[in-house]
């Protein structure tokens, strides 16, 4: 996959050059482009903001600039999926993530400031937030994004990792622990130290089942729907 980010402070994509995301670089499963959206203006302030029509309180970041960026990069690395990073975007999740780990090319573009020019939106396929709050940057938003896709490349996690992942299944992921087994009188469930695989695969699926019913009501009434329309019962609060 190849990704394109434009920015007006690459310097803040840093982190994609660290840890799991940096390894995928690397080892060639991931290219990364950084553009700095100033390179594609025409006067000699490298303007990429004005102030809002209708009066408001901010600068819009304006649409010439980005309009020009993402032809520069489609002719350069071919046709690529437009994803604007911004609140009023549909909120990005796990699936989202599933969604866009399939393209081979994205451009991501990152607003800041008060917003983007509304006009962007007329060349963008998607548009994207990561919550219901607003952050000072988009930068912020494409490493979230970045990160979540990343990780659903082929070979970039090792086999089965990201399935057993917190919500790729509607469901939380299980509690982990690791050494010591007793840890100041908290001793590690004995199930996942007996050897037993089917007993702590059971386990595994009725702490996850657990842990979604008691913090995330709207992540359980979508997997006992889902199991539902399987026919299957969850395993845990069978009574309830």
């Given at each position: ?96 993530a599933a969604g866009l780990a399939a393209a081979k090319h994205l451009i ?47 070979g970039v996690l090792s086999a089965g990792a990201a399935a057993e992942e ?25 199930v996942l130290i007996g050897g037993h695989h089917r007993e702590i695969a ?39």
């Amino acid at each position: 996959m190849r990704i394109d980010i434009i920015t007006i402070f690459p310097e803040a994509l840093k982190p994609l050059e660290l840890s799991i995301i940096g390894r995928a670089r690397s080892a060639g499963r991931l290219e990364i482009v950084l553009h700095d959206l100033r390179d594609f203006t025409t006067d000699r302030h490298r303007k990429v903001d004005d102030k809002p029509f209708g009066g408001g309180v901010g600068m819009v970041m304006m649409a010439e600039p980005f309009y020009r960026a993402v032809n520069w990069v489609r002719a350069e690395a071919g046709p690529g999926q437009v994803v604007l990073l911004s609140p009023s975007g549909a909120v990005f999740n796990q699936a989202r993530a599933a969604g866009l780990a399939a393209a081979k090319h994205l451009i991501l573009l990152c607003g800041h400031y008060e917003g983007v020019d509304a006009r962007v939106r007329e060349f963008c396929d998607l548009e994207l937030s990561i919550g219901d709050y607003i952050l000072t940057s988009g930068e912020t938003a494409a490493l979230v994004v970045v990160e979540a896709v990343a990780r659903l490349l082929p070979g970039v996690l090792s086999a089965g990792a990201a399935a057993e992942e917190s919500f790729s299944q509607h469901l939380l992921e299980w509690p982990q622990y690791t050494r010591p087994a007793d840890w100041r009188g908290r001793p590690v469930p004995p199930v996942l130290i007996g050897g037993h695989h089917r007993e702590i695969a059971a386990w595994k699926l009725r702490a996850a089942e657990d842990a979604t019913r008691r913090r995330r009501p709207d992540l359980w009434r979508r997997y006992r729907a889902a199991l539902k329309a399987a026919g299957h019962p969850p395993a845990a609060g069978k009574k309830k």
